[in-house]
């Protein structure tokens, strides 16, 4: 049981540090495309409004939500390979 919970907390912390690492490439992904389209197409107006608004409606984007899976998909796996190996 000590052994589980071990896994438990440092797969925690493992999948923590992926998930920053990410969502933080993912930011910055998201960043340097606002600022490409606003150098190419628009060039009216502030451009760090510009990209704080699309920065924004990210925030609350699928996208942003999907990198959560980073948590969940590990999870599952881990928790079939337990329950076959001890149940069947």
């Keep these: 049981m000590f052994a589980l919970g071990r896994l438990l907390v440092i797969g925690f912390l493992v ?3 992926v998930y920053i690492c990410l969502s933080l490439y993912s930011r910055a992904v998201r960043r340097d495309k606002l600022e490409k389209e606003w150098d190419e197409e628009i060039q009216q107006g502030d451009r760090d409004t510009f ?3 699309g920065l924004r409606e990210y925030d609350g984007s699928l996208r ?8 969940i998909v ?14 069947y």
């Design 15 to 17: 999948l923590s540090v």
């Design 51 to 53: 990209v704080e608004a």
């Design 74 to 87: 590990p999870m599952v796996v881990i928790s079939a390979i337990i329950y076959f190996t001890n149940f």
């Design 64 to 71: 942003r939500k999907l990198i959560l899976g980073v948590y």
